[in-house]
């Protein structure tokens, strides 16, 4: 069964983080900058909490908060849920559906060591549907071309 690890594999360990005491308009603009969703909150170098585009919605924007006087540590969502790199995929995408979320940090032995996307997990699972047709297709007609006869 496919694990976390075969995501971080491809994708890298990189986990874009912000310090606790940072504000929301610094974190928007980080999370703009690289064009992801989510912000690993950290005290020092420890992993606290994850601020996320919801967050920013539902506990900014809806709260009629300031993003610019708003601390990251009042609005970020803790404790959060986690996997390890030995979690299955599909294990993470229970997780994320039964718990509405999009992001789960990769923990192991108390250190993070990634995170993954729900986007990360359905773009895995596509290449192993389009492996399989591949595999079925050569099975059934031989070579694969881009373009099936």
Known sequence: MPTVQ?????????VHRIAED????????????????????????KFIGIFTERD?????????REPARTLVKE??????????PETTRDECRAVMRSKRIRH???????VLVGIVSIGDVLIAAEEDQV?????????????W???PR
Request: glycine residues 6%; aromatic residues 6%.
């Open 6 to 14: 075969s995501i971080l594999d491809k994708k890298g360990p990189q």
């Open 22 to 45: 940072q504000t929301v308009l610094a974190a928007a603009r980080t999370m703009n900058e690289n064009r992801i969703g989510a912000l690993i909150v950290t005290r020092g170098e």
């Open 56 to 64: 920013i919605l539902c506990r900014v924007v809806a709260a009629q």
């Open 75 to 84: 609005v970020m969502s803790s404790p959060v849920a986690c996997c390890t």
């Open 104 to 110: 789960l940090p990769v923990v192991q032995d108390g």
């Open 131 to 143: 492996a399989t047709i591949q595999y079925l297709y050569e099975y059934m007609y031989g070579e």
């Open 145 to 147: 071309s881009e373009t």
